[in-house]
Each structure stands twice: as structure tokens, then as C-alpha cells.
């Protein structure tokens, strides 16, 4: 367990109450991975809704390029990655376990992991909306000699994210023999 995954179950264990101390004394930690699951789907659910406003932004953008005649393929493209992307954070693994899963349970450190790399990549959400925000500046003034660039950007650092996001659940479950 890396220091920053102990950080994490500390902080939650800190804000835990009286029941949930006592309830993971009973339950082997159960609070505690419950409180992690919680907080990491609050985070996800965050994401989730910064994609969504991004494709509504994304849609103004998509009509105007079009009236302007300046929309490339990249511009759909975008729209239909987004789409898949957001869905994928929405339906995340959330790192529950079946009693008899053969695959092993998933610990208190697996699920600060997850949600330490799910923080993590909240700095490449924040450079997708600046992108958008960017490219949507320039459009509101009109200024379209950069579009087809800043839509292959756009378009990058979405599939970069989500070659990020699929790595995801080797967070939960790393290969090991």
C-alpha cells in the first residue's frame, strides 16, 4: 500500500462517525469501503455532468461551424467520442465483489487507488473543457481560421482520456500470478 493510498482510507476514517467506527469493527472495514465506493461515485458523477454540459457547449459549436461552413468531420467525431466516453464514466466499475468472485475481493486499498486515479485525471477533464471553452471563444467571435485544428485537439485529448479511463480497472484488479 503506497503512502497516498493510506492517506486517503485515513482521511475517510477521519470523517467516519461513531456507527460506522463501530459497524466496521463488526464488518472487517465494510464502512470504510463503503464510504470509498461513495465518494469515488460522487467524483465520477461530477465528471459525468462536466462531459454532458461539455457536448451541450459542443452542440452550439457544431451548429455554428455549420452555418459559418467551417464544421469538419472532426467536429461529429467529437460529439460521438464525447457520447461514449461520458457513458463509460457513468457505468464505471465502482469495485464491488461477489462473495464467491473468483477474481479476489476488493480491499480498502484497491478502492483508495481507483479513487486516487479517478482525482488523478481530473486534470485532463479540465484541459477538454478549456479546449472546448477555447474553440467555443472563437467561434462566438467568429474567428475560424483555427477550427479544424482545435477540433483535432479537442478530439486527442478525449481519446487520451479514455485510454486513461480504460486503464482503470487494473487499478481494482492489477495483474498478479
Keep these: 500500500m503506497s503512502e497516498k493510498e493510506k492517506k486517503t482510507i485515513?482521511?475517510?476514517?477521519?470523517?467516519?462517525?461513531?456507527?460506522?467506527?463501530?459497524?466496521?469493527v463488526f464488518t472487517f472495514g465494510y464502512a470504510t469501503k463503503e464510504d470509498l465506493r461513495e465518494l469515488d461515485k460522487k467524483l465520477r458523477d461530477f465528471y459525468y455532468a462536466d462531459f454532458k454540459s461539455m457536448r451541450h457547449r459542443w452542440e452550439e459549436l457544431y451548429l455554428a461551424a455549420l452555418n459559418a461552413g467551417k464544421a469538419t468531420d472532426d467536429f461529429k467525431k467529437v460529439i460521438q467520442i464525447?457520447?461514449?466516453?461520458?457513458?463509460?464514466?457513468?457505468?464505471?466499475d465502482y469495485g464491488y465483489a461477489?462473495?464467491?468472485?473468483?477474481?479476489?475481493?476488493?480491499?480498502?486499498?484497491?478502492?483508495?487507488?481507483?479513487?486516487?486515479?479517478?482525482?488523478?485525471?481530473?486534470?485532463?477533464?479540465?484541459?477538454?473543457?478549456?479546449?472546448?471553452?477555447?474553440?467555443y471563444n472563437d467561434s462566438q467571435a467568429e474567428k475560424w481560421s483555427e477550427a479544424g485544428a482545435k477540433a483535432r485537439n479537442v478530439k486527442s485529448l478525449i481519446l487520451g482520456f479514455e485510454s486513461k479511463w480504460d486503464g482503470r480497472e487494473k487499478q481494482f484488479r492489477p495483474m498478479e500470478v
Design 10 to 24: 485515513e482521511k475517510v476514517k477521519d470523517k467516519q462517525g461513531i456507527l460506522d467506527k463501530i459497524q466496521n
Design 82 to 92: 464525447m457520447d461514449r466516453v461520458a457513458e463509460k464514466v457513468n457505468h464505471a
Design 98 to 135: 461477489g462473495l464467491m468472485d473468483r477474481r479476489g475481493h476488493i480491499r480498502e486499498t484497491e478502492l483508495a487507488r481507483v479513487f486516487n486515479y479517478d482525482k488523478d485525471v481530473s486534470m485532463d477533464i479540465q484541459s477538454i473543457i478549456d479546449a472546448v471553452k477555447d474553440l
